[in-house]
């Protein structure tokens, strides 16, 4: 089939962005030569190029407030993000992370949302070394952003089970096969001199074309009892159908994700519609088939509606199963079969792993590795890495599982623990170890607000009403975005809170921490300080009135957005301002 998208076949304006694309032999443009320039910054083409090396050029936006008294310029900065299937690490690779975090970037390691780390406040200068030592320890950044598929997710648990090991391995399959064939990244960061005879070739993406995909693809294995990484949340999600303890497929759910734009309607979160069943051995076909369905079909005008989303809703879910039936897999769909989710574990704690051996995993606020105050958890996880060399493994959730530890070894872990002031999960509020946030301010220009460094005092706050209330032990997820973009899926969360205008935000409530259901805007324009205080009457009557075990995202779902709103005393925003 043609790499050529019907937009580029009739007159329709292309974005901008597919020119860069097309111009820039196979993802190399003017990199290599700005990266050796004297500037601090690349210009604004070579910014979009940037992204599928795995760096984000950015903005100090702390620097900012001062910039015009002082009379300077912006001060630029890059964020450097790994692909890590499943998130797995070694202990030798966790710890040349710690030391590459130490020297070039802003000292702390970031766990994302999608099982991976960032580093933020990296210069243009050391840009080219930190890609190079993290290339030498086995890790890379290719496609960790850019209009490619990004981080394939899994469960990390390392229990042994078939299920999970399965999933473990179709991750790291189909993150290699859906890796770009370029040789760029090789050329601009590790190589040196010259350019690879690719450069010139007229055709060097077998899946993705000269202009690569519509926008960003993401993907993510998941299994009915434990959707720690929000199966119905991924562009293409594969849920296992698991019959006597051992998978016999998986049930392919696409059009997944949760970006969308404030005051634009036609944008909106939206989960994956079960589109069909594949067998395991047919997995990573399937998600070539899939990536190629967006190629040729995603939208190359408006990036704002370029996911794969919105052709699924556009076109409606027949359409899509029979298109990909007829054009690309060249054979009938099997239907889905039976598969619900029933729970999500976040991990945490010590657990065995069926081999005589132990995970202990570990709750990191906001994902953010660091050392404050008394809590020195950069430090605490560095001496434990160097002493007993286990795995790290990071979740989806954002914490950190440390794995293949001795029963022998646990004390002296726990020991370590203590020593820096770490809180072991179980002694830690729900609240905040069902919390998630995005980076936001200072380090991302996309964020209208603050988040992961103003969630802490709304979920301690929450979690002093709850226990109050004595409901300290009830499970309920909450997540902040600083931007409607959604990176920590604030539209799943039994409370979303997402940036709008200085430290106002929208609050939805109403989704499930099973991440099966998508929340709804109950106020908007809410000061962070005021959260609780609007969240009150509503936690107080789904203590009163809730049936037997219902969760408070069950509760507000099963009131809807009237009846809710009418209990906080708020009226509901519209949707075309949320």
């Not at 050029?57 to 008294?69: F, L, M, S, V």
């Not at 580093?119 to 320890?137: R, W």
């Not at 975005?481 to 799943?492: E, F, I, K, S, V």
Request: net charge neutral; charged share 25%; proline share 4%.
């Amino acid at each position: 089939m043609s790499n050529e998208t019907p937009e580029a076949a009739t007159a329709v304006k292309l974005s901008p962005v597919e020119g860069i694309k097309d111009a820039s032999q196979w993802l190399r443009g003017t990199l290599r030569e700005e990266l050796q320039g004297e500037s601090d910054h690349f210009g604004s083409e070579m910014i979009q190029l940037l992204k599928f090396h795995g760096s984000y050029q950015q903005e100090d936006r702390d620097a900012r407030k001062n910039r015009a008294k002082a009379g300077t310029g912006k001060h630029y900065m890059f964020m450097i993000r790994l692909k890590l299937p499943g998130g797995k690490l070694s202990g030798a690779q966790y710890l040349v992370l710690d030391d590459l975090c130490e020297r070039y970037a802003n000292g702390t390691i970031r766990l994302t949302t999608r099982q991976s780390v960032q580093f933020h406040g990296i210069l243009k200068t050391d840009l080219k070394s930190t890609l190079a030592e993290m290339n030498s320890a086995l890790m890379t950044t290719l496609g960790g952003c850019g209009d490619v598929n990004r981080n394939v997710m899994a469960c990390p648990a390392p229990t042994g089970d078939a299920v999970r090991v399965e999933m473990q391995t179709l991750a790291d399959d189909v993150a290699r096969h859906l890796t770009p064939h370029s040789n760029a990244y090789h050329d601009v960061w590790l190589n040196g001199e010259g350019y690879s005879a690719d450069a010139e070739a007229e055709d060097v993406e077998p899946i993705y074309g000269k202009v690569y995909l519509p926008r960003k693809f993401k993907i993510g294995f998941s299994m009915p009892y434990d959707n720690c990484v929000d199966v119905y949340a991924q562009d293409l999600g594969f849920l296992a159908v698991v019959e006597n303890g051992k998978t016999v497929g998986y049930n392919a759910l696409v059009g997944g994700g949760m970006g969308r734009s404030n005051s634009k309607p036609e944008t909106f979160a939206q989960l994956g519609y079960s589109m069909f069943f594949v067998e395991p051995d047919r997995v990573v076909d399937a998600s070539e088939q899939v990536i190629k369905f967006y190629r040729d079909h995603g939208n190359r005008a408006d990036r704002k509606r370029a996911r794969i989303k919105y052709v699924v809703h556009d076109w409606g879910v027949d359409k899509v199963r029979k298109t990909l039936a007829r054009d690309y897999f060249g054979h009938a769909l099997a239907e889905p079969r039976e598969a619900t989710i029933t729970d999500v574990s976040l991990h945490h704690g010590w657990n065995p792993q069926g081999d005589g051996k132990w995970f202990l995993g570990l709750s990191v606020e906001s994902g953010r590795i660091h050392d404050v105050g008394t809590m020195r958890l950069r430090t605490a996880l560095r001496a434990i890495v160097s002493k007993y060399n286990p795995d790290v493994r990071i979740t989806a959730q954002q914490d950190i599982l440390l794995c293949n530890i001795s029963t022998a070894d646990r004390t002296g872990v726990d020991a370590m623990l203590g020593q820096h002031g770490i809180e072991r999960p179980e002694n830690l509020s729900m609240m905040r170890r069902w919390s998630m946030a995005c980076p936001a301010i200072p380090t991302c220009g996309l964020a209208i607000t603050e988040s992961e460094r103003a969630l802490p005092s709304v979920t301690s706050a929450l979690a002093e009403e709850l226990a109050a209330m004595g409901m300290a032990q009830e499970r309920m997820s909450i997540r902040m975005t600083g931007c409607p973009n959604g990176c920590a899926r604030p539209y799943q969360s039994e409370i979303g809170l997402v940036g709008r205008s200085g430290e106002k935000y929208t609050l939805y409530v109403g989704g499930s921490s099973l991440g099966t259901r998508l929340n709804y805007p109950l106020a908007d324009m809410i000061h962070r300080d005021k959260v609780v205080e609007t969240l009150r009457p509503l936690l107080g009557r789904w203590k009163s009135d809730r049936t037997s075990g219902e969760s408070f995202g069950d509760y507000c779902n099963r009131l809807g957005v009237a009846q809710a709103a009418a209990i906080a005393g708020v009226t509901p925003p519209a949707a075309k301002d949320t």
